[in-house]
């Protein structure tokens, strides 16, 4: 199976409205959303939802206040404060370390996994769609990236689909390496802006590492033409095949609105743009 990936080294270029270009585009696919802290793809898709679960990503410390003696070691080995002089655990302050389960001489704390999150799989109108949602606060976003792409794989062994179109989260965080891994090539947006070559450079290093094959997509391109040419002559320096160049026009935001994507309106220039960047990399790539 060849899985496309979808980032952006910030936020707000336009990763996700490419990722919905390249999904009303392909013809047979399932469609991933990766950006489980604010995940948006399912917006141009109308999905409806066939499964869902709970994610339980982490573990915290529970105490049984009727074993519990009070002798007090558990408070003298946590390191996050999260004990109480009445040897209350605070769920908030707990980081699931164990050292209070390890040292408790009674065996009255445990760790129990909590759960963190909720991931679903939909039918939309343009293919199958896995995602998920990480409870506001809560940590292991790559697990849980992990699993989206675990039911994308199911759901593409279910349909016998052979494209995977991922839309991954901005910058180089865990979602993002944990995306990143196992996959055949990613398409980097960018913008052009100072902080958007910066984020660029470093979302390169990130792909680079992993060793996959990386293309550049530079979105309201129109709107700085000086920095547009820095990022592509930055590009070049880098061996990084640009498939193209996407005009700033509103009519993205008004597709977006009622739940399309501009390629889907014969007469947006950014639309037309998607198409030929969904074109140049079916070309050189599928």
């Keep these: 199976m060849k899985s496309v990936l979808f980032l952006s080294g910030k936020g707000g270029t336009g990763k996700t409205s ?16 990766c950006d489980v802290d604010a995940a948006n793809l ?17 573990k915290l410390a529970v105490k ?16 996050f404060q999260a004990i109480d002089e ?12 164990g050292a209070c389960a390890y040292v408790c001489p009674v065996d009255a704390i445990t760790l129990l996994l909590v759960d963190c999150g909720r991931w679903y799989t939909a039918q939309s109108r343009l293919g199958p769609l896995a995602s998920a949602e990480l409870y506001p606060g809560e940590e292991t976003s790559g697990k849980l990236v992990s699993l989206v792409k675990e039911k994308a794989a199911g759901l593409a062994k279910e349909t016998k689909v052979e494209a995977l179109l991922i839309d991954g989260a901005p910058g180089i965080g865990c979602p993002v390496i944990a ?9 980097l947006v960018t913008e052009p802006s100072l902080s958007g ?11 680079r590492h ?22 592509e002559a930055f590009a070049a320096q880098e061996q990084l095949p640009v498939l ?7 009519k993205v935001t008004e597709m977006m609105v009622v739940g399309k994507s501009a390629v889907e309106d014969a007469e947006s220039p950014a639309g037309a743009a998607m198409s030929v960047v969904f074109e140049r990399f079916t070309e050189v790539f599928l």
């Design 86 to 97: 009445n040897f209350t655990i605070d769920s908030y302050m707990c980081e699931g370390c």
């Design 179 to 187: 995306s990143v891994r196992g996959v055949s090539a990613v398409i």
């Design 244 to 250: 193209g160049r996407i005009p700033h026009d509103r």
């Design 197 to 207: 070559l910066h984020d660029l450079k470093r979302i390169l290093g990130v792909v």
């Design 210 to 231: 992993f060793g996959i094959p990386a293309y550049l997509v530079i979105n309201k391109a129109d709107i700085n033409e000086k920095v547009s040419e820095k990022i």
């Design 64 to 79: 049984d206040d009727e074993k519990c003696t009070s002798c007090g070691k558990c408070r003298e080995v946590c390191r």
């Design 18 to 33: 490419l990722a919905g270009a390249f999904a009303f585009l392909a013809k047979e696919k399932v469609l991933a959303d």
């Design 42 to 58: 399912h917006l141009l898709l109308d999905p409806k939802i066939t499964s869902e679960g709970n994610f339980q990503g982490i």
